[in-house]
């Protein structure tokens, strides 16, 4: 069955850095595009990045870009999401997504920016 892992959360200041990392099983990794979204207490769901499957092209929402880079490695089956220049409004629990068959959620890593 598909499962994807999310690990690499934690507690960071204002202005540090994480890298989160999702471990993908249970499909052909390398044929599909992922991303990673967040959410934050209170609030909906929110689309953070996307990578294509060859990892060619990535686009990010405003709110990140020139902060976090998504990226993968296919031959380990793992999506990253290095996140730079942390700011509060950053926390929140972070999920990759497979863009397979209708689409596969992690369980989400929690991220905390506070100092």
């Known amino acids: 069955q598909v499962q994807l892992v999310e690990s690499g959360g934690g507690l960071v200041q204002p202005g540090g850095s994480l890298r989160l990392s999702c471990a993908a099983s249970?499909?052909?990794?390398?044929?599909?595009?992922m991303s990673w979204y967040r959410q934050a207490p209170g609030k909906e769901r929110e689309f953070v990045a996307h990578?294509?499957?060859?990892?060619?092209?990535?686009n990010y929402a405003d709110s990140v870009k020139g902060r976090f880079t998504i990226s993968r490695d296919n031959a380990k089956n793992t999506v990253y999401l290095q996140m730079n220049s942390l700011k509060p409004e950053d926390t929140a629990v972070y999920y990759c997504?497979?863009?397979?068959?209708?689409?596969?959620w992690g369980q989400g890593t929690q991220v905390t920016v506070s100092s």
């Open positions: 997504y497979a863009h397979f068959r209708y689409g596969y």
């Open positions: 249970g499909f052909t990794f390398s044929s599909y595009a």
């Open positions: 990578v294509t499957n060859t990892g060619g092209t990535t």
